[in-house]
Antibody, heavy 118, light 111 residues
Framework: EVQLVQSGAEVKKPGESLKISCKGSGYSFTSYWIGWVRQMPGKGLEWMGIIYPGDSDTRYSPSFQGQVTISADKSISTAYLQWSSLKASDTAMYYCAKGATAYYFDYWGQGTLVTVSS | NFMLTQPHSVSESPGKTVTISCTRS????????VQWYQQRPGSSPTTVIYEDNQRPSGVPDRFSGSIDSSSNSASLTISGLKTEDEADYYC??????????FGGGTKLTVL
């Protein structure tokens, strides 16, 4: 059974760093893209970027390029989304999802709620 | 890059049929596959249509997808509406550089 299990909710202050995780199981982690999607409170889905764990090929949405870092550790089948300096506007639910192909998701994680507040 | 525009909301009665549109702003809708995701309140999204008109296993055949090159749009049609279909629906596509785009989402109310 394919599963994506994300790390727990985080409460951070502006300016702090953060790294959230997404552990894949039940499939060949290195053979499929993994992506990250932001959903701000009461808003729609926004594609942030994707990574191919097999060779670490990474694509970012222009809206998120330079704002976050997507990485993966294939030895533990885990993908990461990282911020170096959080802002209040980063408050959102973040989903990881497995790419069935390079252009759509077939399985989603449960989401990680990130709250940034002073 | 391009945008995908969806109606903000639609509503229909149980047992009826509803269609949600997704219009691509530039570039041909037919040049890259369109997917549709369902997100029920408080839940993660799930895929209901991929590659324009394909249903994942487990998705009822009441859900169907199509594209219309003349209007440069894709559509999700749900027939025999059930109250459990009440959710937000998002279309998604991508460009030649493999940058993905989501539509703004459509809230479906079944009343």
């Amino acid at each position: 059974e394919v599963q994506l299990v994300q790390s727990g909710a985080e409460v951070k202050k502006p300016g702090e760093s953060l790294k959230i995780s997404c552990k894949g199981s039940g499939y060949s982690f290195t053979s499929y893209w993994i992506g990250w999607v932001r959903q701000m409170p009461g808003k729609g889905l926004e594609w942030m970027g994707i990574i191919y764990p097999g060779d670490s090929d990474t694509r970012y949405s222009p809206s998120f390029q330079g704002q976050v870092t997507i990485s993966a550790d294939k030895s533990i089948s885990t993908a990461y989304l990282q911020w170096s300096s959080l802002k209040a506007s980063d408050t959102a639910m973040y989903y990881c999802a497995k790419g069935a192909t390079a252009y759509y998701f077939d399985y989603w994680g449960q989401g990680t709620l990130v709250t940034v507040s002073s | 890059n391009f945008m995908l525009t969806q109606p903000h909301s639609v509503s229909e009665s149980p047992g009826k049929t509803v269609t949600i549109s997704c219009t691509r702003s530039s570039g041909s809708i037919a040049s890259n596959y369109v997917q549709w995701y369902q997100q029920r309140p408080g839940s993660s999204p799930t895929t209901v249509i991929y590659e324009d008109n394909q249903r994942p296993s487990g998705v009822p055949d009441r859900f169907s997808g199509s594209i219309d090159s003349s209007s440069n749009s894709a559509s999700l049609t749900i027939s025999g509406l059930k109250t459990e279909d009440e959710a937000d629906y998002y279309c998604q596509s991508y460009d030649s550089s493999n940058y993905w785009v989501f539509g703004g989402g459509t809230k479906l109310t079944v009343l």
